[in-house]
């Protein structure tokens, strides 16, 4: 019986060490109340989350409130009430909040309890404008854009000066044809 619970033990405290290095290393984690929905539906999401660089583990909360010692997460007690998933975001934090915003539409029951921006506490409502905002790749052209409009401007610039002085030698070559 004792070799059963230092095994159970032992296996918790894998869990937990898993779950604070998934922490650690994820720009995002949200934390999800996921009552009343079936599991059909569990799984589908997890596919979409592993193609976009995610993943969801339903944790107990007493394991996960073990894992969060150290974040911000910790002091929120309240989060670590009724059943928990965790979304793990390894690549894009956009792209698993804005999964989850799709997934939840029509699923009253379920929310979103709060969760890590790059380590910062972020409640219910900022994830919610985190899936607001665009992708990163759709973030990085428009910073291109913004970068590339002043290299193109001066470029004109540079290109009007010489254009200028070819008008301005024409005009004087028709001006001494005239006096010619």
Not at 3 to 29: G, M
Not at 31 to 51: P, W
Request: hydrophobic share 40%; glycine share 4%.
């Amino acid at each position: 019986m004792a070799t059963l619970e230092r095994k159970s033990i032992q296996k918790k405290a894998e869990l937990v060490k898993e779950i604070k290095e998934k922490i650690e290393k994820s720009p995002v984690v949200i934390l999800l109340d996921f009552k009343g929905i079936d599991a059909n539906s569990i799984t589908d999401f997890r596919k979409q989350l592993k193609k976009n660089g995610a993943e969801m583990k339903v944790v107990k909360n007493t394991l996960l409130y073990r894992a969060c010692n150290g974040t911000q997460l910790y002091d929120k007690i309240d989060i670590f009430k009724e059943q928990t998933a965790v979304i793990f975001g390894y690549e894009d934090p956009v792209a698993p909040a804005k999964l989850l915003k799709e997934f939840l539409k029509g699923k009253e029951e379920a929310k979103v309890k709060g969760g890590l921006v790059e380590g910062v506490y972020a409640d219910p409502q900022k994830i919610e404008y985190l899936a607001s905002l665009p992708t990163k790749e759709v973030l990085v052209a428009q910073l291109l854009a913004v970068l590339q409009a002043p290299i193109t401007n001066f470029v004109r610039v540079l290109n009007a000066i010489p254009q200028k002085a070819v008008l301005v030698l024409d005009a004087i070559r028709k001006e001494k044809e005239k006096q010619s």
